[in-house]
């Protein structure tokens, strides 16, 4: 009896990994998959060019933004409580995407998506890191957990383009509405609901002015493309985005229940996860950007061809994400980040050559496939390192903070590669050079910044990463194993 009791218990605790997977799944997929949609979005809603990156940035900014509120929430209030309404907004969110009759109404929706990602997110790792005891099934857990976020990003834009020349841009977003509704009626059957009893606060200044801060930085990088780098404007808003990030710091070390405990980051390891998390989801969601512009708007590809042309990066990340979660546990976490970050480094160096009369098999292909194992061989061990010796009682804390790195990373990435792309083109036509050559001039630029980026976080992952804390098991009195209340 006691053996067929432990077998249902792991079994449900196996379902409830695919259902977190499954939701995080969509949460993933919607960062990436309007890129290949941008052009038709654009044209059919009026889009500015210089407005068009809102779309992908306003949802990595609230998503990014609101993430250690959306992890202290649910620790407070009930992490199984707090995802279902994260689906909920999020599912009413993409409908209402899918709707917009305007470019003022996708951006506001998509702000919207980002809010439910930032309630779903953090509440579902939280949920998985209580589920599964530190060691090697949490490591197998959060195997999976990476994997989806890593396969996520590059199933986007082939999704992307399927969705938009088989039907239309709209079902980028419909997609997400069947999904949410398998999750609403799953969770309460799958779940089990927990929270920290000791979290009696909200802390809503501190991520007022944390989401206040990073939004201004954001927006001051969008328009320095425009405005200029060093015009008054930039940097008064700039100016204006690093106060308000040093008020939060301020306020944050003296509030008694900080939305944001920077004791945390005592953990180098725990660091080294959050500053690679951050340069990831800088060079990726960019580079993303930089490759369906370059193939659509250069090489002349279709939605439906440029979502194919992903297939190369979408099968080598499944392949590659499915090794790492099987090395993380044999030879370290670090070697394979390591491995990860430098063939990211790689890929994006290699699209610093793309040409205006490039070929798939030459220009692209041999960047999508050292790219696929720099994902799959990245976002597992990030995963894992990000709540290495963390206890449960911060586990929304800790999954919000390496969310929150990537989702920022990657809005900020996607505002300075634009802007960076954007301006070297715009130079390039006024010295005379035709339309084609500026924008593989502006993208290659890009590139190269991208690639930067990518070895700063090489150099993380050797520095920063350290095999006896990820190996160390947390032993604080009574909370080795989550309080759970009745399911």
């Given at each position: ?340 970050m430098a063939m990211l480094t790689g890929g994006l160096v290699y699209f610093t050559q793309v040409s205006v009369g490039g070929s798939y098999v030459a220009d692209l292909l041999p960047g999508f496939l050292l790219i696929g194992v720099g994902i799959g061989f990245s976002f597992v061990p990030i995963s894992i390192a990000a709540l290495a010796g963390v206890r449960p009682a911060e586990a929304g804390l800790a999954s919000g ?7 920022i990373g990657g809005a900020l990435g996607i505002a300075a590669l634009s802007s960076i792309a954007t301006s070297r083109t715009e130079s390039a036509v006024a010295g005379g050079s035709i339309l084609p050559d500026a924008l593989v001039h502006g993208f290659s630029s890009a590139f190269l910044v991208g690639a930067v980026f990518a070895a700063a976080g090489l150099v993380a992952a050797l520095t920063l990463i350290r095999r ?20």
């Amino acid at each position: 009896m006691q053996a067929t009791r432990a077998g249902a218990a792991s079994r449900r605790r196996w379902l409830a990994l695919a259902l977190l997977c499954l939701v995080q799944f969509m949460v993933v997929l919607d960062i990436a998959i309007v890129n290949v949609a941008l052009p038709s979005i654009q044209v059919d809603l009026g889009f500015a060019r210089g407005d068009l990156q809102w779309v992908i940035s306003a949802y990595a900014l609230v998503f990014g933004g609101f993430l250690l509120l959306g992890g202290r929430t649910a620790d407070m209030l009930g992490r199984r409580r707090v995802f279902l309404v994260g689906i909920v907004v999020f599912t009413s969110a993409s409908l209402m995407a899918g709707l917009a009759w305007s470019e003022p109404s996708l951006i506001a929706a998509r702000a919207f998506q980002g809010l439910g990602a930032a309630i779903i997110t953090p509440a579902a790792l939280s949920i998985l890191s209580t589920t599964f005891a530190e060691g090697r099934e949490r490591n197998i857990a959060l195997g999976a957990w990476g994997a989806v976020g890593g396969f996520g990003g590059v199933a986007g834009v082939l999704l992307g383009g399927v969705l938009t020349s088989a039907l239309s841009w709209e079902w980028i977003f419909f997609v997400n509405v069947p999904v949410g509704l398998v999750g609403l009626a799953l969770a309460p059957v799958l779940l089990h609901e927990s929270r920290d009893a000791r979290v009696s606060s909200f802390d809503l200044p501190g991520a007022v002015l944390v989401t206040g801060g990073l939004s201004s930085m954001v927006y001051a990088i969008t328009q320095a493309g425009e405005k200029g780098w060093l015009s008054a404007q930039t940097l008064g808003v700039l100016g204006g985005a690093l106060v308000l990030l040093g008020v939060f710091v301020a306020w944050e070390l003296r509030h008694p229940e900080p939305l944001m405990r920077f004791g945390i980051l005592q953990s180098r390891t725990v660091s080294g996860a959050n500053v690679a998390g951050f340069i990831m989801g800088t060079a990726m969601f960019s580079m993303f950007l930089m490759l369906t512009l370059y193939m659509q708007q250069v090489l002349g590809y279709s939605p439906m061809k440029t979502g194919v042309a992903y297939l190369a990066v979408a099968g080598t990340a499944i392949v590659w994400s499915a090794v790492a979660s099987q090395l993380v546990t044999r030879v370290g976490v670090k070697p394979v980040l390591v491995v990860g970050m430098a063939m990211l480094t790689g890929g994006l160096v290699y699209f610093t050559q793309v040409s205006v009369g490039g070929s798939y098999v030459a220009d692209l292909l041999p960047g999508f496939l050292l790219i696929g194992v720099g994902i799959g061989f990245s976002f597992v061990p990030i995963s894992i390192a990000a709540l290495a010796g963390v206890r449960p009682a911060e586990a929304g804390l800790a999954s919000g903070l390496i969310n929150t790195s990537q989702q920022i990373g990657g809005a900020l990435g996607i505002a300075a590669l634009s802007s960076i792309a954007t301006s070297r083109t715009e130079s390039a036509v006024a010295g005379g050079s035709i339309l084609p050559d500026a924008l593989v001039h502006g993208f290659s630029s890009a590139f190269l910044v991208g690639a930067v980026f990518a070895a700063a976080g090489l150099v993380a992952a050797l520095t920063l990463i350290r095999r006896d804390e990820l190996e160390a098991e947390v032993v604080a009195e009574g909370e080795a194993l989550p309080e759970l209340d009745a399911a």
